[in-house]
């Protein structure tokens, strides 16, 4: 496969959740598909927890309407414990409803931290 100048033209980074320190759980914004095309590639880059047995699980999750939103089938990263983690999840734009955001769940026993950022890579549909 060959990299085609004209698709690099199109190819934009979609900001998701930045690189924090986060102790609770939470979620994004919504983040609106419509403008893109096919696959959207997600990017988490984590530290190792802190604290007693620290979990860390980042899914995507979508909505119609950018207020109700539920898990999206099979776009859940490996869940990340005491070592540090990058990793990538494609999802098909099509198959997703138009707005997804990034979940992201802390559990341990005590004291547990996450420094992570989420962000995504997609193809402007028009340019």
Do not use: C
Not at 2 to 21: E, R, W
Not at 25 to 47: A, H, K, M, N
Not at 88 to 100: G, M, Q, T
Request: charged share 20%; aromatic share 8%.
């Amino acid at each position: 496969m060959s990299v085609l100048q004209q698709n690099l033209d199109k190819l934009n980074l979609i900001a998701g959740h930045p690189t924090a320190a986060r102790t609770a759980t939470g979620q994004t914004s919504g983040i609106d598909l419509r403008d893109f095309d096919g696959d959207v590639l997600f990017l988490l880059d984590s530290s190792a927890g802190g604290g007693t047995s620290p979990t860390l699980d980042v899914t995507i999750e979508d909505s119609a309407d950018n207020s109700s939103f539920s898990a999206l089938s099979g776009a859940a990263f490996t869940q990340v414990t005491g070592t540090a983690s990058a990793q990538k999840l494609a999802i098909n734009k099509d198959e997703a409803k138009r707005y997804v955001r990034i979940k992201y769940t802390i559990g341990g026993s005590s004291g547990q931290t996450f420094t992570f950022s989420v962000n995504a890579v997609a193809l402007k549909k028009y340019g």
